[in-house]
């Protein structure tokens, strides 16, 4: 398996990518996927790859944001065959690396709780948010541990974003190694 940049002229590429993201998010994607694929492969963002004897296995995207020095990831995707084998963390640290490369400082990212996979859904998040984060309990294998596991951390919430208590977490990491002079600073 190798992870490298997606080949953006690959037509059978992009359509198993659109495949990946309807059978993973078929709600957000079942009538739009070729054209969020369109998307994608926008000549500011970054496309990663993992491809195992030709077949797409993964895929991570980011977006530039603020200039180039914050950036976000979406979205990161692993077939569900491929899954628990380092893929989505290969992938990240292949665009983290890109990302840094192109001045990048800060990564985020938000991952839904649509399904009620966190203690976060089955809260009113709007009366006491940051305790909420803080004491957050995962339910039932939401991705946000895997993040975490890669060194980002919950810097908010959007209440239910997704509807009723149906939160977005926010995720983020910094990349970059701060300037001497600001490490004398508290951060």
Do not use: C
Not at 5 to 32: C, G, H, N
Request: charged share 30%; no cysteine.
């Amino acid at each position: 398996m190798i992870v490298t940049e997606f080949d953006r002229e690959d037509p059978s590429l992009k359509v198993q990518l659109a495949d990946m993201l309807v059978l993973t998010w078929p709600q957000a994607y079942a009538d739009s996927a070729t054209a969020e694929v369109d998307q994608l492969m926008a000549p500011d963002r970054l496309a990663i790859a993992a491809i195992d004897n030709d077949e797409l296995v993964g895929f991570v995207g980011a977006i530039p944001q603020y200039g180039d020095t914050g950036w976000e990831i979406h979205p990161l995707v692993v077939r569900d065959s491929h899954r628990t084998q380092r893929i989505g963390a290969r992938l990240m640290t292949f665009i983290e690396d890109e990302i840094e490369n192109r001045g990048g400082i800060t990564v985020y990212l938000g991952t839904d709780d649509e399904k009620s996979q966190t203690s976060l859904s089955r809260l009113d998040l709007f009366a006491d948010p940051l305790t909420a984060i803080r004491e957050i309990e995962n339910l039932d294998r939401h991705p946000y541990e895997f993040y975490e596991k890669q060194g980002y951390k919950i810097v908010g919430v959007i209440p239910d974003a997704n509807g009723w208590n149906k939160p977005d977490i926010l995720m983020a990491k910094r990349i970059a190694v701060p300037p001497r002079d600001l490490n004398k600073k508290q951060l």
